[in-house]
């Protein structure tokens, strides 16, 4: 997975803190359910919906691991 994400996008964590990405610019443009809980992930105008939160540590190892890329 890391490589299909890798250089783009943000990683996020629902109200229940399962993971999710937001892809192209990073972020939230529109609605959606997580696929583990069901709670309302995503957002709309670049604003996540209520109770999502930046997954910076998630980030941080995306970081990490560009460095690492071949």
Same mark, same amino acid.
């Given at each position: 997975?890391?490589k299909e994400f890798l250089g783009t996008g943000h990683w996020y964590r $629902? ?9 192209? $610019?990073?972020?939230? +443009?529109? +609605?959606? =359910? $997580?696929?583990? $809980? ?15 939160? =930046?997954?910076? /540590?998630? /980030?941080?190892?995306?970081? /990490? ?6």
């Amino acid at each position: 997975m890391r490589k299909e994400f890798l250089g783009t996008g943000h990683w996020y964590r $629902c109200t229940n803190g399962h993971p999710f990405t937001v892809g192209e $610019c990073g972020m939230p +443009m529109e +609605m959606a =359910r $997580c696929p583990e $809980c069901g709670a309302a992930v995503g957002g709309q105008n670049h604003a996540p919906t209520e109770g999502v939160r =930046r997954a910076e /540590d998630i /980030d941080n190892l995306e970081h /990490d691991f560009q460095n690492l890329a071949v």
